[in-house]
């Protein structure tokens, strides 16, 4: 497969399978994989880079209009790598949700809850005279 990245910045995202998508679809593409390399850099508190897998199946027997997308992100947190894939005939959505996974994973791993903070304080009543 072909290996691209779509735009030089300070984010690290690397692209297998951008050959099989036409201008439209890398544009919607990069807008949404930096704007989730963001999340996901707050997350782990850590510079990281990203792996964005594509893969467009095409329907039989229709016009070749209908396009299945599945999306594999892959990313290396400190301690180990997490990856999540999503399948949808909507490029948007199919993006969106495998990104959403892959924060879901991430914040399972590295986002700590206080339940102290979120506990009510006892407090006594006070003493009758």
Same mark, same amino acid.
């Given at each position: ?49 990203? %792996?964005?897998?594509?893969? #467009?199946?095409? $329907? ?5 209009? +209908?396009? $299945?997308?599945?999306?594999? %992100?892959?990313? %290396? ?23 959403? #996974?892959?924060?879901? +994973?991430?914040? $399972?791993?590295? %986002?700590? #809850? ?16």
């Amino acid at each position: 497969m072909d290996e691209q990245q779509l735009e030089i910045t300070e984010e690290i995202i690397q692209y297998v399978g951008l050959d099989q998508l036409d201008e439209k679809e890398k544009a919607i593409l990069n807008k949404l994989s930096s704007e989730y390399h963001g999340r996901i850099k707050r997350i782990l508190n850590n510079n990281t880079s990203l %792996v964005v897998h594509i893969k #467009k199946f095409k $329907k039989e027997g229709k016009a070749n209009k +209908e396009h $299945k997308f599945n999306i594999t %992100v892959k990313t %290396v947190a400190p301690t180990r790598p997490f990856r999540a894939a999503e399948n949808d005939w909507n490029l948007n959505t199919a993006i969106r949700a495998a990104f959403e #996974k892959l924060e879901k +994973e991430l914040e $399972k791993a590295y %986002v700590k #809850k206080d339940f102290h903070k979120t506990r009510s304080k006892f407090t006594p009543k006070k003493q009758r005279k």
